[in-house]
């Protein structure tokens, strides 16, 4: 029995050209463009440009705004504990921010911030599984896989709001 091949195929976001890999029809990764460490397919994926119609679909209604949540086939592979922050960080209401301390509170564990973090980091979708809504507690926008600029794209165009902070209609974004 041979292994399921992954595909791959690109998507002209407005932050650039995105890679989009997986097998069958669950997406696995999606990166970012990035100019010194941009990620190249491995070499034994196959190029499909007819795979994941629906991720392109919802992609692109997220990015012309009419798209808030998406529902998608995903496969994440990750540590245990990867998994359960990715699926928490999918629970991060469109429009919200959580910080690090939130996502830890949540999982039931509030000392779990830094190692939030690096699960945040090592998040294989980001966009679908909202990474970018993932802030330090004073706000900092922490690093970002796609860039900083990207996060802050994100965010802006999420119009996004500090949990628990209903009187901001976003966060005070550098320009």
Same mark, same amino acid.
């Given at each position: 029995?041979?292994?399921?091949?992954?595909?791959?195929?690109?998507?002209?976001?407005?932050?650039?050209?995105?890679?989009?890999?997986g097998r069958?029809?669950?997406?696995?990764?999606?990166?970012?463009?990035?100019?010194?460490?941009?990620?190249?397919?491995?070499?034994?994926?196959?190029?499909?440009?007819?795979?994941?119609?629906?991720?392109?679909?919802?992609?692109?209604?997220?990015?012309?705004?009419?798209?808030?949540?998406? &529902?998608?086939?995903?496969?994440?592979?990750?540590?245990?504990?990867?998994?359960?922050?990715?699926k928490t960080?999918?629970?991060?209401?469109?429009?919200?921010?959580?910080?690090?301390?939130?996502?830890?509170?949540?999982?039931?564990?509030?000392?779990?911030?830094?190692?939030?973090?690096?699960?945040? *980091?090592? *998040?294989?979708?980001?966009?679908?599984?909202?990474?970018?809504?993932?802030?330090?507690?004073?706000?900092?926008?922490?690093?970002?896989?796609?860039?900083?600029?990207?996060?802050?794209?994100?965010?802006?165009?999420?119009?996004?709001?500090?949990?628990? &902070?209903?009187g901001i209609?976003?966060? &005070?974004?550098?320009?």
């Amino acid at each position: 029995m041979s292994e399921i091949p992954t595909r791959f195929r690109y998507y002209d976001s407005p932050l650039g050209s995105l890679l989009l890999a997986g097998r069958d029809d669950a997406l696995t990764h999606m990166f970012f463009p990035r100019e010194n460490s941009a990620v190249e397919p491995d070499t034994n994926w196959v190029s499909d440009n007819g795979c994941f119609p629906d991720v392109i679909s919802q992609l692109g209604a997220y990015f012309a705004g009419e798209l808030q949540e998406f &529902d998608v086939p995903l496969e994440l592979n990750g540590t245990l504990f990867q998994k359960t922050v990715w699926k928490t960080l999918l629970t991060i209401p469109f429009g919200e921010a959580w910080s690090y301390g939130d996502v830890a509170h949540t999982l039931g564990n509030a000392g779990a911030s830094r190692a939030v973090g690096l699960a945040n *980091n090592a *998040n294989p979708i980001p966009i679908i599984v909202p990474c970018h809504r993932v802030i330090g507690a004073d706000r900092s926008l922490v690093g970002f896989g796609g860039g900083l600029d990207a996060k802050i794209w994100l965010l802006r165009h999420e119009n996004i709001r500090f949990r628990g &902070d209903e009187g901001i209609n976003q966060l &005070d974004l550098p320009l």
